[in-house]
C-alpha cells in the first residue's frame, strides 16, 4: 500500500524507517529495487520473523550501545541497544544486513514508577555500514515523528474528523500540523490566556471551531 506513494520519491541511498504495519517483503524488496535503505520495526503482524529475533537476544550478552541518561517531560530515560548479523541468512525477510533489539527504560520522576519496553527490528544495513549508536538514532528520530502523529490523532481527534466538504479539511488539517512543525513553541505548550478568542479552551477545539466557521466547512 506505501509503493505507489513512494513512486515519485527519489529514494537512492536514504534511510527508510517504518513501523510494523509496512514491514512487508514487498516493500523491503521494492525500497532495494530503488537503492534505498529499510529500518522495520517488527511485531507480532510478523509472528516468526519477531519470535526468531527475540530467541536469539534471549540471552543478550554485553550491549552494543547506551545512550547517555535523558530526563525529558518529567521521566528519566535510557536506551540501549544490542545487535547482531547471526540471524541474516536465517530469518525468512530479504536483504537483511542486521537485526536488533532496543530497551527502553522510564521513570517518572513524581510517582516513582518505573516501566520496560523491548523492541526489535531488522534493517538493510550491514554493521560496516551504521554502528549500533547510528541505527538507535534512526529508531529515535523514526519515533520523534510518530510523537507528532499520536498529538494529532489524540490531542486533535483527527482521526474522527466528519468535516469533508469545502475548505474545512484543509483548515483543520493545517492547523494541528502547523502548531507542531512551523512554531518555535509548540501551540499545545502555550498558556490558555494565549489562545485566539474564539472561546476554545484547548488548542484543538480552537482548531475545530475555526473549520467549522470556514464557509463551505460543513
Not at 488548542?203 to 460543513?218: H, L
Request: glycine share 6%; proline share 5%.
Amino acid at each position: 500500500m506505501a509503493i505507489p506513494l513512494l513512486e515519485t520519491c527519489d529514494m537512492a541511498e536514504r534511510d527508510i524507517t517504518a513501523d510494523a504495519l509496512l514491514t512487508q517483503r514487498a516493500l523491503a524488496d521494492y525500497l532495494v529495487s530503488c537503492h534505498a535503505h529499510y529500518h522495520f520495526t517488527v511485531k507480532d503482524n510478523q509472528k516468526t520473523l519477531a519470535a526468531d529475533i527475540r530467541t536469539h537476544f534471549a540471552r543478550r550478552g554485553e550491549l552494543d550501545y547506551a545512550e547517555p541518561i535523558q530526563i525529558p517531560h518529567g521521566r528519566i530515560e535510557q536506551r540501549r541497544i544490542w545487535c547482531t548479523t547471526a540471524l541474516n541468512d536465517y530469518l525468512n525477510f530479504p536483504h537483511v544486513g542486521q537485526a536488533w533489539l532496543i530497551e527502553r527504560d522510564r521513570t517518572h520522576k513524581k510517582s516513582g514508577a518505573s516501566s520496560r519496553e523491548t523492541v526489535v527490528s531488522i534493517t538493510r544495513r550491514t554493521s560496516q555500514q551504521m554502528t549500533a549508536q547510528q541505527l538507535l538514532a534512526i529508531n529515535r528520530g523514526h519515533w520523534s515523528i510518530e510523537s507528532v502523529h499520536y498529538i494529532i490523532d489524540w490531542n486533535y481527534d483527527e482521526d474522527r474528523g466528519r468535516i469533508r466538504t469545502g475548505h474545512g479539511p484543509r483548515a483543520t488539517g493545517h492547523g494541528p500540523r502547523a502548531s507542531q512543525c512551523h512554531t518555535a513553541t509548540p501551540l499545545r505548550d502555550r498558556p490558555a490566556q494565549d489562545l485566539p478568542k474564539t472561546g476554545a479552551t484547548h488548542r484543538a477545539n480552537d482548531a475545530r471551531t475555526r473549520a467549522s466557521a470556514t464557509p463551505g466547512a460543513r
